[in-house]
């Protein structure tokens, strides 16, 4: 079982922006997929974005424009970079990661973390 969690939630101004980080138990050399989702209670689950080994990428509409995925080899983390933050951003983030890089075409990843809350204030 790999372990994922996720940090630099916190509360935003309207505009700003924010980090969050994703530490994986396992190498994310051998985590051929991983991602960034978004939930809000009630709601779907929504994907932020997605990054593959090879590096390729694909980015949800919500924050399409205003998001950057990229893996950190050298810390073994998974990062998102949100910029132009609006109230509507304001949900719980997951990490989610899967050694099958065909996860970030299906969504079903096997590795998931607890999540960390990200609230932009207006």
């Known amino acids: 079982q790999v372990q994922l969690v996720e940090s630099g939630g916190g509360l935003v101004r309207a505009g700003g922006s924010l980090s969050l980080s994703c530490t994986a138990s396992e190498s994310i050399f051998s985590l051929n997929a991983m991602a960034w989702y978004r939930q809000v209670p009630g709601k779907e689950r929504e994907l932020v974005a997605a990054?593959?080994?090879?590096?390729?990428?694909k980015y949800g509409d919500g924050m399409k424009g205003r998001a950057a995925i990229m893996r950190d080899l050298g810390k073994n983390t998974m990062n998102l970079q949100m910029n132009s933050l609006k109230p509507e951003d304001t949900a719980e983030y997951y990490c989610?990661?899967?050694?099958?890089?065909?996860?970030?075409?299906?969504?079903?990843?096997?590795?998931w973390g607890r999540g960390t809350q990200v609230t932009v204030s207006t």
């Open positions: 989610a990661a899967d050694r099958d890089p065909l996860a970030t075409m299906a969504g079903n990843y096997d590795y």
């Open positions: 990054i593959r080994g090879d590096g390729s990428t």
